[in-house]
């Protein structure tokens, strides 16, 4: 009885054969040691005196020195902002409403749920906010997919510095990281805006940390920041709100309601409102939420202060009294 569980023929020096002696369709590229040790922040770095049509043929192996089955993706070129752009069938306008700011109590990160494609709500309940370690987490506002790429390439990074060195890269050292690993596609069609949000609990120093990145390799340290189309109305309330001696309630209070009414006026935002806090102890999510509840709780707000207008209205007239005797009016 014949073994037919082998599809592709019997292994050659040269890899599985076919057993119509025809080559594979499918080739794999399989990195060199050098590849394997290069730095991570020279990844995707751009060479200047290179051509836009240069292909790099230093760090592919033929499949005689490789000791795994001899398939390789043929090589690609590096991104080169010269590159001819293939034009779209329609503008692929987004937007979104993205948070964060310090407070006494850590860090409090909040972001809308909708994913908008021109006047498409391509999703509604999307993950704008991103954990990278226990203690670290990103606001991403862009390209959705460019957003979870590089959100993955870094927790990569990051780990392999946790098992090389024993400890947690700051926040600080991982929004540099990122910082240069997107500088070589400054002008390309990559969108990613990442605002960090993290602890360190270093020798230095030991608090909270927030961080803004850009894929144009702009990095900015504060204590407040707010990303995407509806930003500006977050704004008005994260200015008036947010101080640092609020409690953990208070900052939640302030950050929903920042979402809530950016939503209101940017078309782009909506759905539902996510919102992680960062303390010494890790990230902690809160429960995702409608808006339409601080919808609800804000015309709940209303009509209590309308309650409470026409009480005090009502109690000045009945205090305002006109006495006979004296034919004076006085005021109880």
Known sequence: MKDRSVHFGPRTRRGF????????????YIPVAEYLEESPIQFGQISPNLSPNFIPTANIISPQDSILPSLSFPPVAPPSPSSPLVPLPFPMAHGTTT??????????????TRSSCSGLVACPASQKILPVHSHLVGTTSGTSADCALWKRILARELRLYHLRYGRRLSTGGAAKLLAHMLHPFKGTELCVAATLCGW???EGFSGPSLYYVCSDGTRLQGELFSVGSGSPYAYSVLDLGVRWGL??????????????RATHRDAYSGNCVDLYHVTSKGW??????ELKEEYYREKERERQEVKERKERQEGTQEGDSVDERGGKRVSV
């Not at 900052?251 to 929903?256: D, I, T, Y």
């Not at 902690?284 to 939420?289: A, I």
């Open 17 to 28: 054969s076919s057993c119509s002696n025809s080559v594979s369709p499918l080739h794999f």
């Open 99 to 112: 948070l964060a700011f310090l407070f006494q109590g850590g860090v409090i990160a909040a972001a809308d």
């Open 200 to 202: 360190d609990g270093g």
């Open 247 to 260: 409690s953990a309630e208070q900052a939640v209070s302030v950050a929903r309601e920042a979402v809530y």
């Open 284 to 289: 902690t999510r809160r429960r995702r939420e």
